[in-house]
């Protein structure tokens, strides 16, 4: 199966990246689908990758060490994910939000 997923900040690396997406809306997606990349706003395909893995789970129980592969060098650590989350989400709460983590390679 084939997904968009929407970046505000598409930087990436090769291989294998991280993303912290709010809620349960990604656990949809199955492992080995097929993934758009695209600029949010954006009808460009940026690049395209493959969805390798998966969580659901409280933001507060993300592992920082589940963050260094993560796309965003600015999100590389709790508190910076945790600003980019509530920029992107208003009202995004850390101690309220669940967050789904998708693990996919470029």
């Known amino acids: 199966m084939k997904h968009v997923l929407q970046f505000s900040n598409p930087v990436f690396h090769g291989g294998l990246n991280v993303t912290v997406r709010n809620g349960d809306k990604w656990m949809k997606a199955n492992i080995g689908d097929h993934l758009e990349i695209k600029k949010t706003g954006s009808s460009v395909i940026m690049c ?56 996919f390679t470029l």
């Open 48 to 103: 395209t990758g493959t969805l390798i893995g998966k969580a659901c789970l409280p933001f507060t129980l993300v592992p920082e060490a589940w963050l260094i592969d993560e796309h965003d060098p600015s999100c590389r650590t709790y508190a910076g994910l945790l600003k980019e989350m509530k920029r992107v989400y208003p009202g995004f709460s850390a101690e309220k939000n669940t967050v789904t983590v998708l693990l």
